[in-house]
């Protein structure tokens, strides 16, 4: 993947992805999405870091502003439950 703005479109397919392959195994880990991304689109590793700090700042924010809407929208979305844990 050649197009840095393509983020928006890379993440909920490996998401999706990912979610259909372990769907009745264990979670996927972020650290082994990211290394899946960095194989699949050929951005640096420092670039698909860059977008999960991104990433989680905006996730937090968005449970910071109403956890409960957050939570519906990864269930609707993803089919996912969400855990926010606080480190």
């Known amino acids: 993947m050649e197009n840095n703005d393509d983020?928006?479109?890379l993440?909920?397919?490996h998401i999706n992805n990912e979610i259909k392959k372990h769907s009745s195994k264990?979670?996927?880990s972020?650290?082994?999405l990211m290394q899946i991304m960095i194989k699949d689109s050929g951005l640096s590793e420092e670039?698909?870091?860059e977008f999960f700090r991104g990433f989680i700042i905006?996730?937090?924010k968005l449970h910071n502003?109403?956890?409960?809407?957050l939570k519906r929208i990864l269930k609707e979305?993803?089919?996912a439950d969400f855990n926010f844990y606080d480190s």
């Open 7 to 9: 983020f928006e479109k």
């Open 11 to 13: 993440i909920p397919f």
């Open 26 to 28: 264990g979670v996927i």
């Open 30 to 32: 972020q650290e082994e």
């Open 47 to 49: 670039k698909i870091r």
């Open 58 to 60: 905006a996730i937090r």
């Open 65 to 69: 502003e109403d956890p409960e809407e």
């Open 77 to 79: 979305k993803f089919g």
